[in-house]
């Protein structure tokens, strides 16, 4: 069958743009103007008609009318130019970036959001000011405590509490993974467990003494989530000038904020009346040793009882109601009076430490009634200490332990907490023992841990990760995804 020839299909009829229309008609005189407007998308036309009528009169008396109209048309058209308003992660600049990441949970989310790109992690490695702010913000969480006991040191993870968990619930399996991949078994340490035990934890660093090592006492630190060991030989002349046996009263560990990885180490030590103390600086990897200073009393310094707080010791020097202060900057040795009210009992019963501010308090305890004072200056300048809180935890000790006896020890004033031990007997007889931390400023206590434990505990808070900070301001190298 032939095929026949598609008929053609109708033009396409040309699209007229709405449009709105407005006359104006004036008419003065014999003068009559009529202007038309229509807009359509983009254009607005103007037609403006006049119209001028004259009338005369012949000589033989006829009447003749004329007419003038001249029409004006004028087209405008209107240009429309489109801006993005869109803004893109890369136009934020590195300020941008800070305020955002200042709103981030926690200190493992931070984490991971940084290392998500090489630019965002150059945002935070190059600004201390924002390292400082972040951890104003985001106290870094306590994630477990460290024992010690006859053998070796031991680690216990807390669980967040059901607040925590509520608020945040990513930070629970942020800080488990950070365990996973840590090394809070110690195994990195390059001797065995027996002779080393735990004698200070700061910034996510332990230092740990090996007293059973008889061929050289020695000191190492250990970084768990880095793996991070050194192994620091005790200062050799430290015994010098003492007429008797010296003893090792305790040790102490401090970092550097703008370099997390230099730190230093200060060794207390005492030879009957007298004290000194020799510093380790891992940036030289040498110990200054201070001369013997007298400070009288009758070996009045107990066994790991002193507290760091912004560069200075202060040790407790029972028995003659004042502490020593020991400036580990210039080595000088003073005085500092306690509050009258402190009755100091073996050092278990007070504690020199920092609130959330830095600045130095006194935490004392009778029975159930803890005192808190801050060292602060009168008008006249000089040194006092101000009352701050009495707080009472009957009820709240009551709820953990029935009414039990108990005995309450003070184990470490920090950042603004007050951690605490106590001891009691279950009425089966079995000792207990159970872990607490106060707050200072919102005197809310919560119960960390308890069981059959040694109350030399140190609490391990988690520490700024070194894979955010940089040594030059620069990135330098990509870095590993841990915390």
């Given at each position: 069958m032939a095929s026949e020839p598609l008929a053609a299909p109708p033009p396409k009829?040309?699209?007229?743009?709405?449009?709105?229309?407005?006359?104006?008609?004036?008419t003065t005189g014999g003068k009559g103007t009529t202007t038309v407007s229509a807009a359509a998308k983009g254009t607005t036309t103007t037609i403006t008609t006049t119209t001028i009528t004259t009338v005369s009169t012949t000589a033989n008396g006829t009447t003749i009318t004329t007419a003038t109209t001249t029409s004006n048309a004028t087209t405008t058209t209107t240009s429309t130019t489109a801006t993005s308003a869109d803004t893109t992660i890369s136009s934020l600049s590195e300020d941008n970036l800070r305020e955002i990441f200042l709103r981030l949970p926690d200190l493992p989310a931070l984490v991971r959001a940084t290392l998500t790109c090489r630019s965002w992690l150059g945002v935070v490695r190059?600004?201390?000011?924002?390292?400082?702010?972040?951890?104003?913000l985001h106290p870094a969480p306590l994630i477990g405590l460290f024992?010690?006991?006859?053998?070796y040191p031991f680690f216990i993870p807390l669980r967040p509490s059901d607040s925590d968990s509520d608020s945040n619930p990513g930070c629970d399996s942020d800080v488990t993974a950070a365990l996973r991949r840590g090394d809070f078994f110690l195994t990195s340490l390059p001797q065995s467990f027996s002779g080393w035990t735990v004698t200070d934890c700061?910034?996510?660093?332990?230092?740990?003494?090996?007293?059973?090592?008889?061929?050289?006492?020695?000191?190492a630190t250990l970084n768990p989530m880095t793996w991070a060991v050194n192994i620091l030989p005790l200062p050799a002349g430290i015994a010098d000038g003492s007429r008797r046996h010296l003893n090792f009263v305790g040790f102490h560990l401090q970092s550097s904020e703008e370099k997390p990885w230099l730190f230093r180490v200060i060794c207390v030590c005492t030879n009957?009346?007298?004290v000194r103390a020799a510093i380790f600086s891992s940036e030289t990897w040498d110990w200054v040793?201070?001369?013997?200073?007298?400070?009288?009393?009758?070996?009045?310094l107990k066994f790991k009882v002193g507290s760091l707080v912004n560069g200075s010791i202060y040790w407790p020097f029972h028995g003659e109601g004042h502490?020593?202060?020991?400036?580990?900057?210039?080595?000088?040795?003073?005085v500092v009076d306690l509050p009258e009210q402190v009755d100091a009992v073996n050092g278990c019963n007070f504690r020199a430490g920092d609130t959330k501010d830095g600045e130095l308090c006194i935490v004392y305890h009778s029975g159930l009634l803890l005192h808190v004072w801050i060292r602060s200056v009168d008008s006249d300048g000089t040194e006092i200490w101000v009352p701050q809180n009495r707080i009472s935890f009957s009820a709240e000790i009551d709820r953990f332990t029935q009414d039990l006896p108990d005995f309450i020890r003070i184990v470490q004033v920090r950042s603004g907490y007050v951690y605490l031990s106590m001891t009691y007997m279950t009425p089966a007889g079995t000792q207990r023992r159970s872990f607490f931390s106060i707050a200072l400023d919102t005197l809310v206590l919560d119960l960390l841990l308890e069981?059959?434990?040694?109350?030399?505990?140190?609490?391990?808070?988690?520490?700024?990760?070194?894979?955010?900070?940089?040594?030059?301001?620069?990135?330098?190298?990509?870095?590993?995804?841990?915390?």
């Open positions: 009829r040309r699209s007229i743009p709405p449009t709105t229309t407005t006359d104006t008609i004036t190059s600004s201390l000011a924002f390292r400082r702010l972040f951890r104003a024992f010690t006991s006859d053998t700061r910034d996510g660093i332990l230092l740990l003494w090996n007293k059973l090592d008889n061929n050289d006492l020695s000191l009957k009346r007298r040793i201070q001369p013997w200073v007298r400070i009288g009393g009758n070996n009045s502490m020593i202060r020991i400036n580990t900057d210039t080595l000088d040795t003073t069981g059959a434990f040694d109350d030399y505990v140190y609490p391990y808070i988690m520490a700024w990760p070194p894979s955010l900070v940089a040594d030059d301001g620069r990135i330098g190298h990509d870095a590993e995804g841990s915390l």
